[in-house]
C-alpha cells in the first residue's frame, strides 16, 4: 500500500525531470521549514520548497545529480506551463493519504 507515493515527469528547468512525492520527499521538506505535517499551510515558499524536495527525490531516485538549489526552483516554477504545474499539483496531492472520516481537536486541559 503506497500511501504517501506519487510521481509525475513534467518539463521544468530545460529538460524533462522526475518529481517523487513519498516519505523522503516529505522527511526532507518537514525538516527544512522545521514543521510537522499538521503545520503545512501552503504559503509561496512551502510550494516552491514541496517542488524542489520532490525533484531532490525523483533526481535520487534516477541516480541524477542534483544540480539546483531552491532557488532555481523558483525560477522553473515562474516558466511552466500551467498544464505542467497543474500535473505536479495533481501528483502531490494524490501523495497525501485521504481522511478516514471526521477528525475531532482534542481540547486543551482545564478548557471546556
Known sequence: MNLFRAE????????????KFG???LAIFTEKNKISLGEVEMSIAQIRDLFWS??????????????FDEWDVGEWIDEMEESDFNKVLEAMNNSMPKSQGKTTKKKSPGTK
Not at 525533484?55 to 544540480?67: M, N
Open 8 to 19: 509525475v515527469e513534467v518539463p521544468i528547468g530545460g529538460k524533462v525531470r522526475l518529481l
Open 54 to 67: 520532490a525533484l531532490v527525490c525523483g533526481a535520487k531516485k534516477k541516480k541524477e545529480t542534483v544540480d
Open 23 to 25: 516519505i523522503n520527499q
